[in-house]
């Protein structure tokens, strides 16, 4: 491939069912398997074994740059075999050692600095690769180009939104998560509406709390954590949503849903003076609500009769 210098030469396995056009931003997954060039065929790495394949957006910098050339000379559905000369694959210990421990969440850390020097002085905790970092050897990579995604064809990661992109996912987000909410699916509303608050959330670090643009970012997440809280409510998830409501509060102490919320969130950790707080001050902001909130206070009194009831016949089974 490398024509000048022939330090990449591909070998043909299986021939592709389609030509696509690569460009900055595209994803594409393979699999790959990778050998030592030895007279064994020694395997380092293997995808399948590592349980998925692997994903690369193109023009972003990845540390192996060799993947990045060979996947673009290849057609979607093509397995083809790379000899690579080692001056290219001074990087394959660092991502091998990435793949497996991210494949393998219960092994026990090892050092996990990312630098060369750290490698070369403590190791990757396989010895494999150690062997490798000491001395790089020409590799064989086996890829079977499985899928190529132009940059509008598939969902872009946090990291790869510029600011404009996830201040324009935010509504698109809400409205997604709504939709799952209308339909009951309030893990997966919670979900979606989580995203949309981490966005804001990046983008409002950036910013001086209590300026005009962050008090734009800030008018946009309040009602997600609304959203949020109702679901984390549904789910019987209740700390979040006394978290989450007390947020909403700072900005709006008179938000009458973040009070009847948290209230209920309260009552049902048994925070039951703070339920009531909650639960009157509601009755105060929004008159018409009132017998709602009786109601409630009057679960809460009769929760803490019966609970005094069983606290008494407990004691005096100690005594008696």
């Known amino acids: 491939m490398d024509g000048s210098d022939c330090k990449i030469r591909k070998r043909i396995l299986h021939t592709g069912k389609e030509v696509k056009q690569f460009q900055p931003g595209c994803k594409v997954r393979f699999h790959f398997r990778t050998c030592l060039c030895d007279e064994n065929g020694t395997e380092i790495d293997d995808s399948r074994k590592l349980g998925k394949p692997m994903e690369l957006v193109l023009g972003k910098k990845f540390r192996l740059e060799v993947w990045e050339t060979v996947v673009q000379a290849m057609a979607v559905g093509e397995i083809a075999a790379f000899h690579v000369d080692k001056s290219l694959c001074t990087y394959y210990p660092f991502v091998s050692k990435t793949l497996r421990d991210v494949s393998k969440p219960d092994k026990p850390p090892v050092r996990s600095h990312c630098c060369g020097g750290s490698f070369q002085s403590e190791g990757t905790g396989y010895e494999d690769l150690n062997k490798l970092v000491e001395k790089p050897q020409d590799l064989e990579f086996t890829i079977e180009l499985l899928e190529v995604a132009a940059p509008n064809e598939y969902s872009k990661e946090s990291w790869q939104l510029t600011e404009d992109e996830k201040l324009k996912e935010v509504p698109k987000l809400q409205i997604a998560g709504n939709e799952k909410y209308k339909n009951k699916d309030y893990e997966g509303a919670a979900s979606t509406y989580a995203t949309a608050i981490g966005y804001l959330e990046q983008l409002m670090i950036k910013e001086k709390p209590k300026d005009e643009e962050w008090n734009t970012l800030n008018s946009l997440k309040l009602p997600l954590l609304l959203n949020f809280s109702q679901c ?52 105060t902001l929004d008159p018409s609500l009132k017998q709602t909130v009786q109601n409630q206070l009057k679960t809460i009194n009769e929760a803490i009769a019966e609970k005094d009831k069983e606290d008494r016949k407990i004691l005096q089974g100690k005594i008696f």
């Open 232 to 283: 984390k409510l549904l789910l019987g998830d209740y700390y979040p949503v006394i978290e989450h409501c007390t947020t909403v509060l700072e900005s709006e102490p008179g938000n009458v849903k973040a009070l009847f919320r948290r209230g209920k969130a309260h009552f049902a950790v048994w925070n039951v003076e703070e339920a009531k707080k909650d639960f009157e001050r509601v009755a």
